[in-house]
């Protein structure tokens, strides 16, 4: 349809505030449907006409009371959406639910418009997208490609502009491995942080609901719509969408040590993780490679024992009724689950919690991980010939990560050298869903890709959303080892702090290397005006409660005292005692810690050379 906008949220918005109308964006949901002419991605379209219904119960158009308002989605076919038919890809399963699940009613409350329900791996079960009785989505960018599972349906219908968003579910990488394959946004939620009432389960104690989107923007919009800790599930959390804005400049990023990388053959999918590597060094992070063994551990325990026996549970009295109903990888996999006992579900148990005592250092070591978000692209013949094994390899750096509770976001980092779509996965300890975001958003902008398969490019840029913290916190300031990629940063991450902004103080403050200290500190000391430089520091924001914790922790001779920025504004911030400087080395005209700090790394490298 010629003239129509591009289906993000911004471009969607701007068209309805210039005074465009939903019946046209319906229009061109239904034109776009059948240009794509793809029968696999839904199983089931909402009725045009009631749609156009329900947008005209929209009212006039205002994005402040439904900031989603007339923003088409896609549901995947496990999760309830009143009068629409559930079936999870199982025909003899089906039935009609009378009430939305929670996230669906909330994103109807914001005035989203439900398309249609989506194709997906029967019951969730599957990293391919091909385990369905139904036809089998298209990959959008290149149909000789498996889709990728589970909700292969949804991000299809993404990738090819037909919805501007998708709901499915993450329970071993299905909302990451095909946002991967077909060039769009993964967002996986903290467990808990999505209500998964009205979701079929698949592992009722992994499960999280998803989020498919064109953009980062749109979909930490969608996070922040559904984010609310619902009464009624069991396993919900209070986990809010607060924080997503301004990135410290310096973040300590793990990467999977080279010798533990897994490609299984595939150059060109190793050397596109390189280039997204240099990306990330470029924007100024800093990289450290990290021993991956344990984690392949990990993720080899999903399939194994006490999961596989969580999913059999989930739908034991149909399957055990109906088995015939099953696809033939799906029977095999939940039947496999007859012959466990309680004494494997508890060994099962015990070996997560052994290697979870192994990995937890290394997580806490670091900001967060950066992996690939898949190690290799599958065509369908692939597929055929190795169905399993292939599907196993899919899942390398997406199994582990519910099990050991982390957030997670799959962004497209550009085009690999034989055009196929790139992608990494950016991982964080649950309740760090801002901070993978935000960095999510600054390399899908630096690689500045095409939406998914539509061709309609990346939107520039807008503003940078502030952190939104709440107005109660108390602003830190930061001058040595505290900062971002520093060293004892870790300390302000365990306590839950957010990153305000880079600053300088005024001019009456000067910087020493304190001696004797381990790790090596500075200590900052007032002087008159004009007698110090201006010193690079930090603002950082944390609860009242996390703010007495922290300075209660201060060694002597270091303390909290009032320190005036640039700008004229007072912080809270650490000084030095004056007695400590006695033995000091002056380093104020290096301008701060970090320039001290990388002059010493330059000097020591030129004598070892």
Sequence with gaps: MTGAPAFDIASLHAFYAGGGTAHTIIDRVFARLAEVNDPGIFLHLADREALLAEADALGAFDAEAKPLWGIPLAVKDNIDVAGMPTTAACPDYSYLPTVDATVVRLLKEAGALVIGKTNLDQFATGLVGVRSPYPIPRNAIDANLVPGGSSSGSAVATAQGIVSFALGTDTAGSGRVPAGLNNIVGLKPSVGALSTMGVIPACRTL????????????????????????????????????????????????????????????????????????????????????????????????????????????????????????????????????????????????????????????????????????????????????????????????????????????????????????????????????????????????????????????????????????????????????????????????????????????????????????????????????????????VWRLTPAAFGQFVAAIPSPLGIGSITLSDGVVVKGFLVEPAAITEATDITDYGGWRNYVAAQAEQRARSAG
């Design 207 to 538: 499960d999280c609901v998803s989020i498919f989107a064109l953009t980062v923007d749109d979909a930490w919009r969608v996070f922040g719509t559904v984010a609310r800790y619902d009464v009624a599930d069991a396993y919900s959390k209070d986990i809010p969408a607060a924080g997503y804005g301004l990135l410290p400049p310096v973040l300590t990023i793990g990467t999977p040590a080279k010798a533990d990388r897994q490609f299984f053959g595939d150059a060109a999918m190793e050397a596109s993780y390189e280039n997204a590597l240099e990306l990330l060094a470029t924007l100024g992070h800093r990289l450290v490679e990290v021993p991956f063994e344990d984690f392949y551990k990990v993720a080899n325990l999903l399939y194994e024992g006490a999961w596989v026996a969580e999913r059999y549970v989930a739908v034991k009295a149909f399957f055990d009724a109906n088995e015939t109903s099953f696809h033939p990888v799906t029977r095999k996999i939940y039947g496999a689950a007859r012959t466990l006992s309680a004494a494997d579900v508890f060994n099962g148990l015990y070996a997560l919690q052994a290697l979870k005592k192994t990995v937890q250092p290394i997580i806490d070591s670091v900001d967060l991980l950066c992996v690939p978000t898949a190690p290799s692209h599958y065509t369908l013949a692939d597929l055929a010939a190795e169905p399993i094994r292939e599907n196993s390899r899919l899942g390398t750096y997406t199994n582990f990560v519910n099990l050991l509770d982390m957030c997670g976001i799959a962004v497209p980092t550009g085009k690999r050298t034989d055009g196929l779509p790139a992608s990494v996965t950016l991982l964080a300890l649950s309740g760090r869903d801002s901070l993978t975001a935000a960095l999510a958003r600054e390399i899908h902008q630096a690689a500045g890709v095409s939406l998914g398969a539509t061709g309609w490019p990346l939107p520039a840029a807008p503003p940078k959303p502030t952190t939104n913290a709440q107005s109660e916190m108390i602003d830190l300031v930061v001058v040595g080892a505290h900062l971002s990629g520093m060293q004892l940063n870790v300390q302000l991450r365990d306590l839950d702090a957010v990153f305000s902004r880079a600053a300088q103080t005024s001019d009456a403050y000067r910087l020493y290397a304190l001696a004797g200290q381990v790790p090596a500190k500075p200590g900052m000391i007032r002087v008159e005006p004009g007698k110090g430089g201006r010193i690079d520091v930090e």
